[in-house]
């Protein structure tokens, strides 16, 4: 071995190659023993240590290297059960780390769901569409609000107030998108007045973003505004011009209002502005008219609805897309209660429902109705709740209103619009999904267009079952 230094004057040569034999086989045996522990080989190797070696070995060397061989096998054993015990250690402190560190991990998880809600709710998604801060206002606007005295939380000791001490402002799921035109709208001078704005903040209304932040701003008033006329005379009456503020409108005064239905082009509820025209003969029997010929017809009145009911039952009513609000008046005159949602498409009609001594609501078709389940006697609707609404949401609007109508309350459908294919294919079977009970079914075409459009109106008065 040309690599090994040895000393021919101390040592024979035969005993320096039997010397480097036994190292060499030290280190085999030893790395063997290395291999076997840590590959999780422990059992055959405690099969083999503290053997005695057979007598091939002893051709290699003496009894010393065989006793050495044997004393190296029982500390290799006795190492390889301290690292048995070691691992079996090693293992149990990893579960309990596990368990420690799960729990940990699972209320740091809890706490950043918990976080990333509040975030969102609180202007979170607004911050992920754009880098730049909300302004003032919009930031105020989303909240979310801490409570000055969180014990005294809305609903009470457990009464819905939620974990955290906080309120959060109303807001329209759409308005992130509109986000641009809801800063406009939020601009403006805190204590000062609002801008002048109907038009776009109806527009956003319309978009889905509804309900609106609120503002901290006064609304123009009226420049000449006099006091309302007095009910009854109130129902009939024209209101007078400096009752509103004219800026989002075509029209200028109620005069152009009135004549507008006589005038070309084409407007929402045109002549709804007339009090002395056709609003005036609306929803009553003609002169000479029969009840019988009622019964045959796509135009109901209100006797002769409130006849098919227990007297005085009906009390309080909702007319949705109720125009100038003729309906509710009708129904005044009759000692039932009727707020009427009406939105404001180039003309003021909830202003003009107001001047009349009726409630309006500025609020779209798309919207819950704010009302508590089984509050309603009646709810009626002319031409609104119709085919133009999409089909998931117009059926989603008239579960609504059967929330909203008390045991025995009744749906007016006035007018319900229609193709004829959707008749039978779509709409019958979507009002027997909701579950109304029909008291009135009537069915006939819409000639305006000509027969061959396949046209349909529908009026039908469709009870809430009492059980």
Not at 101 to 126: C, F, I, N, S, V
Not at 164 to 172: I, K, N
Not at 409 to 418: E, I, M
Not at 440 to 462: C, F, N, P, T, V
Request: with cysteine.
């Amino acid at each position: 071995m040309g690599s090994m230094d040895y000393d021919n004057d101390k040592k024979p040569r035969e005993q320096q190659i039997r010397k480097s034999r036994t190292m060499l086989l030290l280190l085999v045996l030893t790395n063997a023993a290395s291999i076997l522990i840590f590959s999780g080989a422990g059992a055959a190797l405690h099969a083999h240590v503290g053997r005695h070696y057979p007598a091939v070995v002893h051709a290699w060397g003496s009894a010393k290297l065989l006793r050495e061989l044997n004393v190296t096998g029982l500390a290799l054993a006795a190492s390889h059960a301290e690292v048995v015990d070691l691992s079996e250690r090693l293992t149990t402190a990893n579960k309990v780390m596990e368990t420690i560190l799960g729990g940990k991990a699972a209320k740091r998880d809890l706490e950043a769901a918990r976080e990333e809600q509040r975030e969102a709710a609180a202007g979170g998604l607004w911050q992920r569409d754009r880098d730049q801060d909300l302004g003032g206002e919009l930031k105020l606007a989303v909240g979310p609000h801490r409570l000055p005295h969180p014990r005294l939380m809305i609903g009470g000791a457990g009464g819905g107030g939620g974990g955290d001490a906080v309120m959060f402002p109303a807001l329209g799921q759409a308005c992130h998108r509109y986000r641009d035109e809801l800063e406009r709208y939020m601009n403006y001078t805190v204590g000062g007045e609002c801008p002048s704005d109907e038009v776009s903040t109806q527009r956003l209304m319309l978009k889905g973003c509804e309900p609106l932040p609120r503002r901290r701003c006064r609304p123009p008033t009226p420049a000449g505004y006099v006091e309302p006329t007095p009910l009854p005379a109130s129902l009939w009456a024209i209101p007078p011009d400096t009752s509103i503020v004219w800026d989002a409108y075509t029209c200028k005064s109620y005069g152009c209002l009135v004549n507008r239905g006589k005038a070309k082009g084409s407007y929402d509820c045109k002549d709804c502005f007339d009090l002395r025209g056709r609003e005036k003969g609306r929803w009553v029997r003609r002169p000479g008219e029969k009840a019988d010929d009622e019964r045959n017809s796509l135009d109901y009145t209100i006797d002769g609805v409130l006849g098919l009911l227990p007297k005085g039952s009906v009390r309080i009513g909702l007319d949705i897309g109720g125009g100038s609000g003729t309906f509710a008046a009708r129904m005044r005159e009759r000692g039932v209660t009727v707020v009427t949602t009406s939105m404001n498409f180039d003309g003021p009609f909830n202003s003009f429902i107001a001047s009349r001594g009726l409630v309006p609501m500025h609020l779209s078709v798309a919207s819950r109705l704010p009302f508590f389940d089984g509050t309603l006697d009646v709810v009626h609707s002319m031409h609104v709740l119709s085919s133009w609404i999409p089909d998931a949401m117009l059926e989603s609007a008239l579960f609504d209103v059967y929330r909203v109508l008390r045991p025995g309350g009744v749906l007016w459908l006035d007018h319900f619009f229609c193709l004829g294919t959707q008749l039978d294919a779509t709409y019958l079977p979507m009002f027997d999904r909701i579950g109304f009970k029909k008291l009135r079914w009537h069915a006939g075409r819409k000639l305006d267009r000509g027969i061959h459009m396949d046209e349909w109106y529908i009026s039908a008065l469709l009870q809430k079952p009492r059980r």
